[in-house]
């Protein structure tokens, strides 16, 4: 089992042991208004824990993470990752917070640490993220940790009953390398 490992946080798979701390924050409607899965009930959470891919690293499948506070010992938010393509070199990335947990730092210390697995040991190419042009939080982490905007596109996704704008952006592994090699000289 791959298990990750911050200053703070422990990232390991999600397991269906986790499915009510993982309600708790996903069935926010507030919180997740942006997100296309909003859970009703535990057992929607059920089918989604059993709906992602028990393996890591397989084309067309997603994968989930939970993030694990160290000092508590509980379940503060996940990380899906998407494995897009046949070559398998591409995946998209997504990040969910408890709302008692946001504007600390946490995302962004954990998205590093699974963009850094994704692209060192993984040997991916490129990572995108999907973002509503309204998602003010989603957008500054992204553009925080170094994706570039490649795209907006218009009125592209169906989501709970309106069609809504999509922002695409993306970061390449040379330009990660590059943003962690500044980041190590500063410091
Ligand atoms: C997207 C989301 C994960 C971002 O969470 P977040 O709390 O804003 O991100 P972080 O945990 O990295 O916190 C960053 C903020 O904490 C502050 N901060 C405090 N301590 C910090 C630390 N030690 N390190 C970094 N930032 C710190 C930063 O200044 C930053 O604030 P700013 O955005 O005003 O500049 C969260 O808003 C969320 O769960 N949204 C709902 C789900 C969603 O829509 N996800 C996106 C679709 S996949």
Redesign the pocket.
Same mark, same amino acid.
């Given at each position: 089992m791959v298990e990750l490992e911050t200053k703070r946080l422990i990232i390991r798979p999600v397991s269906l042991t986790d499915k009510e701390a993982v309600f708790e924050?996903r069935s926010d409607q507030e919180? /997740?208004?942006?997100?296309s899965w909003i859970p009703q009930n535990i057992q929607d959470v059920e089918n989604f824990i059993k709906r992602t891919s028990r393996q890591l690293n397989v084309p067309e499948t997603w994968f989930q993470f939970v993030l694990i506070d160290k000092d508590i010992d509980q379940i503060i %938010?996940d990380i %899906?990752i998407h494995f897009l393509d046949e070559e398998n070199r591409q995946v998209e990335? %997504? +990040? #969910?917070?408890?709302?008692h947990?946001? /504007?600390? %730092?946490? @995302? #962004?210390? @954990?998205?590093e640490r699974v963009m850094d697995f994704l692209f060192f040991d993984l040997k991916k190419h490129r990572v995108i #993220?999907?973002?509503?042009p309204q /998602? /003010? *939080? *989603?957008i500054?982490?992204v553009e +925080?940790l170094g994706f570039r905007k490649e795209a907006h596109f218009m009125e592209s996704l169906y989501l709970n009953g309106k069609w809504v704008d999509d922002l695409v952006y993306a970061i390449l592994k040379r330009e990660w390398e590059q943003r962690r090699l500044s980041k190590h000289a500063r410091e």
């Open positions: 924050y919180i /997740n208004k942006y997100q %938010g %899906g990335i %997504g +990040c #969910t917070l408890n709302k947990f946001h /504007n600390r %730092g946490y @995302a #962004t210390e @954990a998205v #993220t999907s973002i509503d /998602n /003010n *939080s *989603s500054r982490l +925080c």
